[in-house]
């Protein structure tokens, strides 16, 4: 015959939730100070970076969508009729 399961008393869970985060904060600190922060000038080229590649990719986007427009759209339009 098993055992049915008591949960524990509220006071034990809230002290164990309030450990748990205590634990876990303090490990992500730890691993925080591993990290390797990029200096300024190095967060500034990045960022130009990206913002110079995202603009590109939003051109090409816009040329592929006007052009299967063109082609897909307009042209069996006219094939149509």
Not at 7 to 34: C, D, M, Q, Y
Request: no cysteine.
């Amino acid at each position: 015959m098993e055992k049915a399961q008591v949960a524990p008393p509220a006071s034990n869970r809230i002290s164990g939730w309030v450990h748990r985060s205590g634990s876990f904060l303090t490990a992500v600190r730890e691993e925080l100070r591993k990290v390797t922060w990029p200096s300024r000038p190095e967060l500034v080229k990045a960022t130009r970076m990206i913002i110079v590649l995202s603009i590109l990719l939003g051109i090409t986007i816009g040329l592929m969508d006007w052009l299967l427009q063109v082609i897909l759209v307009d042209g069996v339009a006219r094939l149509a009729r």
